[in-house]
């Protein structure tokens, strides 16, 4: 599979099509048995309380994962994101209701790069909060 999205097409300031991730307890508990991360505070209220958040909180590779999707479903390809980091700038807080967290997404290409390779800076919140800072990906395009 290839980039679906071209070089050519693109400049610096081009948007991405911005997406909303919806995170809740179960989503949280399905994520710590495929990672292995079984820390309390992604699923123990009292626990996460005991310690100083506010609530039970996402992993954080979790809302980085969330976050690259962005990049990934614009680029048509996986494979194409050469390089990515993040900043856990805040943590995403998953109340324990039907509603859960929203953890909402937007990109943008912030510079075009040697090789047909571009850096997509990303913006990521949660209940009006910024929860990824320095979130940056450089892409292979077609």
Excluded: C
Excluded at 19 to 26: G, P
Excluded at 84 to 106: C, H, L, M, Q, W
């Amino acid at each position: 599979m290839t980039a679906r999205i071209s070089y050519a097409d693109v400049e610096v300031g081009t948007e991405l099509p911005a997406q909303s991730f919806t995170v809740n307890r179960a989503t949280l508990v399905q994520y710590a048995g495929a990672s292995g991360d079984f820390n309390p505070i992604h699923w123990n209220e009292k626990f996460a309380v005991e310690v100083g958040l506010p609530d039970v909180i996402a992993h954080g590779m979790f809302t980085m994962a969330e976050a690259i999707r962005v990049v990934t479903d614009w680029v048509g390809d996986p494979g194409a994101v050469i390089e990515y980091g993040v900043r856990f700038t805040k943590p995403v807080v998953v109340p324990n209701d039907d509603k859960g967290a929203v953890i909402e997404v937007s990109g943008k290409v912030g510079a075009l790069l040697e090789e047909g390779r571009v850096r997509v800076d990303l913006t990521a919140t949660s209940g009006g909060t910024k929860v990824l800072g320095m979130s940056r990906a450089v892409v292979q395009l077609g």
